[in-house]
């Protein structure tokens, strides 16, 4: 290993004594630069390799280079960069390529070794490590991309293009990689115009001059020129013939309609692309007229023509109500039901129209069990509870039927019949809901009893439901509710519980800020809630014990604290007792 490590240095050396001639590094920076190279080689040449000892040679290797470059600048002095900076470079490069073979799988290293390249402008390895990359992730579509726009900027298009087309052969059915595929064609497309117009201003001022300086425009100059096979070609791909034929390859490998929409939406950004989108349209009216993505696309281009606001809106609506009648569906009336919202928010002079087609839209939805929850809640909140209580209570009880987990459906169910069926109402929530929608649904429940002057009607219901149910939750509300009645009825409710299981760290806590908003502070009730909470959780928690060793020590006695720390070393899990003891020596 040893001769390797000094033949590396010996390579080193005109680099090293050029460093220090033209002074940007003196001698004492070369000697600690020799030192700390010759350590990173003997790391790197052992036998067991490091990836991390790779990235910290790269990275000083780096560092070193920048500082050379800030001396250059200080010095003024850009000559025998072959023989310093590119000597680093090649170092760099060297240790990337070792680096990328022996950790194929890492992609990152790939990309970094990439990114450095593209900063020092080493276009053609940027190529080739490209290359290799694709060639041991073949399945991955971004990099096939980003191999492509590369060459499309910095290289070649017909290179980029190739790239693009290999790795559709390898994905034929990535929706990424076909939409990019078209942008890189339009792009292409757009360049060629962009050139085409400089040339024709070029064009027009060289015959300006030469008309100018003879003073006439000659026979030759007047004769229209003919078309060459060449620019016929080019014609046929400024049309963007060559792009019609990749959107429909893309549509065959995909033939699905929300795919051809997304390509809809990357044509339309190029304003040249009016005859590709023209043909994504035929073919979504061709393949997929009935769809409901075709009928949404086909109503919101409607809305994006010139002319009277009512008209537009109504010609949409005309389009969704014709699907609708045809082929009703559940994501037609989604589609169809975010196209009005939109419009209830952008065109104030459609509302009666937009209302009405709301009521009907919903109402077929609601026949044909397609609304979903977005619509269903719309529906409930266009509807008048007052003058149409039996259709506000069927639409509500298919919602709860379709749609048993929703919370807002149980808290609307709560609002209109809780008053005189809370109890079979919050039976049923309880074997649909989860508990952090129960506990907001106790909660709802409870507030609406109050409002309704039933307080200590609900109050009596929780405190049986507590002993029924067997909850955490439940009992963490009961206890402040307790609380609310006096400090008494909160050591009732806390007694009661506190010692069954299920456990609740919220119940305990509780109790401490109860009890430490007393004028008279009961120090061993406090101690008594600390010792409980410490038995039941202080096997894997430290700050049970550090609040419990810091109010000792605020408000209580000072003296016990050794003990709790003893009781904490005893109870805690081995992996969190150096953790307990650092924030006890940092406190």
């Known amino acids: 290993m040893a001769e390797y490590v000094e033949e590396k240095m010996e390579q080193m050396i005109p680099e090293v004594e050029e460093l ?24 790197i040449q052992k036998r067991t390799k490091k990836k991390d000892d790779f990235l910290a040679y790269i990275q000083y290797e780096r560092n070193l280079k920048n500082l050379i470059e800030i001396r250059r600048a200080n010095l003024g002095y850009f000559h025998k960069k072959d023989i310093i900076d590119d000597a680093i470079n090649r170092r760099i490069h060297k240790m990337f390529i070792i680096l990328c073979n022996r950790w194929q799988n890492d992609v990152k290293l790939w990309l970094s070794h990439i990114d450095w390249l593209k900063e020092t402008r080493w276009n053609i390895s940027v190529s080739k490590v490209y290359m290799r990359l694709l060639q041991v992730h073949n399945s991955n579509p971004k990099l096939w991309i980003a191999a492509a726009k590369f060459e499309f900027e910095v290289g070649s298009a017909e290179n980029g293009r190739q790239i693009m087309l290999r790795g559709l052969r390898f994905h034929p059915e990535s929706k990424l990689l076909h939409r990019e ?37 000659t026979e030759e100059d007047s004769k229209p020129k003919k078309e060459s096979q060449f620019d016929a070609v080019d014609d046929k791909i400024l049309n963007c013939d060559l792009v019609n034929l990749v ?79 045809t082929a009703p569906s559940q994501e037609l009336i989604h589609l169809a039901f ?15 129209l937009l209302l009405k087609t709301f009521l009907y839209m919903l109402k077929l939805g609601h026949e044909k069990e397609m609304l979903g929850i977005e619509e269903t809640e719309f529906y409930l909140k266009l509807i008048d509870t007052a003058e149409e209580k039996g259709q506000f209570s069927g639409v509500l009880t298919d919602a709860l039927r379709r749609y048993p987990q929703h919370y807002a459906f149980w808290e609307i169910k709560l609002m209109s019949d809780g008053g005189d069926k809370y109890e079979e109402i919050i039976s049923k929530a309880h074997q649909n809901l989860n508990e952090a929608d129960l506990t907001k649904f106790w909660l709802r429940f409870l507030d609406l009893m109050s409002q309704w002057h039933k307080s200590d009607e609900a109050y009596t219901f929780l405190e ?47 109790m401490l800020v109860f009890e430490c908003e007393q004028a008279k502070v009961d120090k061993t009730r406090v101690r008594e809630i600390y010792q409980v909470l410490a038995d039941q959780f202080g096997s894997n928690d430290i700050q049970v ?20 720390v003893c009781r904490a070393e005893a109870k805690l ?12 020596q940092m406190s």
């Open 20 to 43: 220090e001639r033209v002074g940007i590094l003196n001698s004492l920076e070369v000697k600690e630069l020799v030192k700390r190279r010759k350590h990173f080689e003997y790391k």
């Open 181 to 217: 595929y078209v942008k890189f064609e339009l792009l292409f497309v757009e360049k060629l115009l962009a050139r085409k117009k400089v040339l024709k201003i070029a064009d027009s001022k060289v015959v300006q001059e030469k008309n100018d300086k003879d003073g006439s425009e």
């Open 247 to 325: 959107v429909k390859s893309a549509l065959d490998a995909i033939p699905e309609p929300s795919f051809a929409v997304s390509l809809l939406v990357t044509v339309r950004v190029f304003a040249f692309s009016q005859n590709v989108q023209q043909q994504i349209l035929d073919i979504l009216e061709e393949k997929f007229a009935e769809h409901p993505v075709t009928v949404d696309t086909k109503a919101r281009l409607a809305l994006e023509k010139n002319g009277n606001a009512s008209d537009v809106v109504k010609e949409a609506i005309d389009i969704y109500r014709d699907a609708l009648d």
């Open 338 to 352: 975010t196209t009005l919202q939109e419009l209830s928010k952008t065109v104030k002079s459609c509302d009666i």
């Open 464 to 510: 049986e439901n507590v002993g029924k149910r067997n909850l955490a939750f439940l009992r963490v509300l009961f206890l402040d509710r307790a609380y609310e009645k006096g400090i008494g009825k909160a050591r009732d409710a806390y007694k009661r519980y506190h010692h069954l299981p299920p456990f609740c760290r919220d119940f305990h806590k509780n």
């Open 545 to 564: 014990w550090l609040d419990w060793i810091s109010w000792e020590e605020k408000s209580g006695r000072v003296l016990e604290v050794p003990n709790i």
């Open 573 to 584: 899990e081995s992996s969190l007792l150096d953790k307990f003891t650092t924030i006890r």
